[in-house]
């Protein structure tokens, strides 16, 4: 990896923000000058103001680390797996949310989409993906739009591929990663062959249709963070809870919920 000051990097969390020294001085209630100052390297920040500016600046806790690393200082913010006692309250929450949702499908993933967590609900659509793809880390964009899991169910693929498209693209944006970017590159890189055809600024939301068990299931889904994470690992955890969009495939759900249960959760 490539060292940078910490000014570098400043810099370019600044221009990935689209703002101007003048902008993040006001925003950090410092002076332009002293943001000048610390990008050209003439003056050394201390971890308070570093702190402070990647706040402003809405700069990851993984990337927090690297500019107080770069500035001298110890990282602050730690970075431990879900399954920690340190994160038991919060692997604890994650559980409950996901299990709140069934009868529902709902999955907690990482940064890089890699699964670490799923309710009862999502363990049928396993059955028939090739084992290959459910060895860890289960990757979610790889599971949906591989032949060899879910892409053979899903009806809609182009419309999903051009969703999970735009999110990948938004995320980078927001926090550019060289994995989540081969990723991309890998399945997501558009051609003239899987655009989709339909006009997405017409609807509300997308739904993704799966054809399943006889059934045409239609779902969307919603996102969940943490707030106010103080540890790397939840910053980068989401929860993707899916909705029924119409009375029959809710219907669906609400009925295999015992099966699911008894089948896939003891």
């Not at 993040?24 to 201390?46: M, Q, W, Y």
């Not at 991309?184 to 655009?195: A, H, K, Q």
């Amino acid at each position: 990896m490539t060292m940078h000051t910490v000014g570098e990097l400043l810099r370019q969390w600044r221009h990935r923000r689209r703002l101007s020294q003048l902008d993040l001085a006001i925003a950090a209630d410092v002076s332009a000058r002293h943001v000048s100052l610390v990008e050209t390297g003439k003056s050394n920040p201390s971890a308070d103001m570093v702190q402070r500016l990647a706040e402003q600046l809405d700069v990851p806790l993984r990337e927090r680390n690297r500019m107080l690393l770069a500035a001298g200082f110890a990282p602050r913010y730690a970075e431990r797996p879900l399954d920690d006692d340190a994160l038991s309250a919060a692997r604890d929450a994650v559980e409950r949310v996901l299990r709140a949702h069934e009868p529902y499908p709902a999955v907690a993933f990482d940064r890089r989409w890699n699964i670490v967590m799923t309710n009862c609900a999502v363990e049928p659509f396993f059955a028939e993906v090739d084992p290959d793809l459910l060895r860890p880390p289960i990757n979610l964009v790889r599971l949906g739009l591989d032949p060899r899991g879910f892409a053979p169910l899903v009806v809609n693929l182009a419309d999903v591929r051009v969703m999970f498209r735009s999110r990948i693209r938004r995320q980078l944006a927001v926090a550019p990663d060289a994995e989540l970017t081969a990723l991309y590159e890998e399945l997501l890189e558009p051609n003239s062959e899987d655009m989709s055809s339909r006009s997405v600024e017409s609807d509300v939301v997308i739904p993704m249709i799966l054809r399943f068990d006889g059934r045409e299931l239609r779902l969307f889904s919603t996102i969940t963070t943490f707030g106010t994470p103080v540890d790397i690992t939840l910053d980068e955890v989401a929860i993707e809870s899916y909705y029924p969009a119409d009375a029959e495939s809710a219907a669906y759900f609400e009925e295999s919920n015992g099966d699911v249960r008894t089948a896939a959760c003891p």
